[in-house]
């Protein structure tokens, strides 16, 4: 008696997925998410140890481009709501003087739903963007260090909805 080929291929198919390379496989394939969420703070704490990180905003219409480097490890982060009923996350550094610190970033939390992570095609290096719902970005943020692909993209996966807790 002569097996079908379609049949022999099941079986060898049933057969692949029961051996143990192929389980292996799959269960560390689970462990790197490809979808993930988290919160605004969580995902900015993780960019702590990859310091320097150079943050970039561009404004609507590219009329300017705002560019700083800065020690991350440094950065405080506190919740507050505006007048207008926004509720902005802020990170800054302070230098401990009674001016201005120098360095502050405002995130609106309601409109920072969702980030994408992982190499950028211009620099080779690592690259974290902040979006609205639409798709339009907040912030740019390049993050130093090789490890961080593995280390947070690896965790976290490239894209992640970010959520309120």
Wanted: hydrophobic share 40%; aromatic share 4%.
């Amino acid at each position: 008696m002569r097996t079908a080929p379609r049949l022999r291929l099941w079986g060898l198919l049933l057969l692949a997925t029961r051996s143990e390379s192929f389980q292996r496989t799959r269960s560390s394939r689970a462990q790197t998410r490809l979808h993930a969420s988290t919160t605004l703070p969580e995902l900015l704490e993780a960019l702590k140890p990859y310091a320097p990180v150079r943050c970039i905003v561009v404004l609507p219409g590219a009329g300017a481009i705002l560019e700083s480097a800065v020690d991350a490890s440094r950065w405080t982060m506190s919740e507050s709501t505006t007048p207008t009923g926004k509720t902005l996350l802020t990170c800054k550094i302070a230098d401990g003087s009674s001016g201005p610190p120098p360095f502050e970033l405002h995130l609106d939390v309601d409109r920072a739903t969702k980030a994408t992570l992982g190499v950028s095609p211009k620099t080779g290096g690592p690259i974290v963007r902040v979006m609205d719902g639409d798709g339009a970005g907040l912030v740019t943020l390049l993050p130093t260090g090789d490890s961080f692909v593995d280390d947070v993209v690896g965790k976290l996966g490239e894209e992640v909805d970010l959520v309120r807790r």
